[in-house]
């Protein structure tokens, strides 16, 4: 009977959670993309970005938040590293935004790590806010018109699951 309740609680929980996240209009998928901008470097007021530069162009676009500080994130690079790689560059952009991170961190750690594809960094907490981000990493696949793909991809997952988006799959 104990394990009945306490499974009937997370079940709960679940509800609760999932529906406050529509309630505070997080972001799902099948929702358009939230824009953000930020600075990227404090002393250049023309360093600004927005996710709109890269995101609702025509492209499919691998949005990884991460922070240099962060195992994981690190962990999934390689991962993101073969999607940027391997899908077609007239069909798929990858950015890296980095959140809750020094930008000196972050810049020595795209060296470190070999970033060679897009990045917004110094975001703080504004795409925190903007996409109710709990855990990174944080990676968002947004479909060509700038709709939420899917939400969560790790691992193997980004290469697959984006490939079979440009299949028709």
Not at 63 to 90: M, T
Request: glycine share 6%; net charge positive; charged share 20%.
């Amino acid at each position: 009977m104990k394990k009945i309740l306490v499974m009937a609680a997370a079940f709960c929980l679940t509800l609760i959670s999932a529906a406050s996240s529509h309630a505070q209009n997080i972001p799902q998928e099948g929702d358009m993309f939230i824009d953000f901008t930020v600075q990227q470097d404090p002393s250049n007021p023309s360093s600004t970005v927005s996710l709109s530069n890269y995101v609702g162009k025509g492209k499919w676009v691998i949005v990884d938040f991460w922070a240099s500080w962060c195992g994981p994130c690190r962990r999934e690079i390689p991962y993101i590293r073969k999607a940027w790689q391997n899908l077609p560059k007239d069909k798929v952009t990858v950015l890296s935004v980095a959140v809750a991170d020094k930008l000196e961190d972050t810049k020595k750690a795209a060296v470190e790590l070999n970033i060679q594809w897009n990045q917004i960094v110094n975001a703080g907490q504004v795409p925190v806010k903007a996409y109710g981000i709990r855990g990174i990493p944080h990676i968002i696949l947004f479909a060509p018109d700038g709709k939420i793909a899917k939400i969560g991809l790790r691992g193997d997952d980004i290469y697959n699951y984006t490939l079979s988006c440009l299949e028709g799959k």
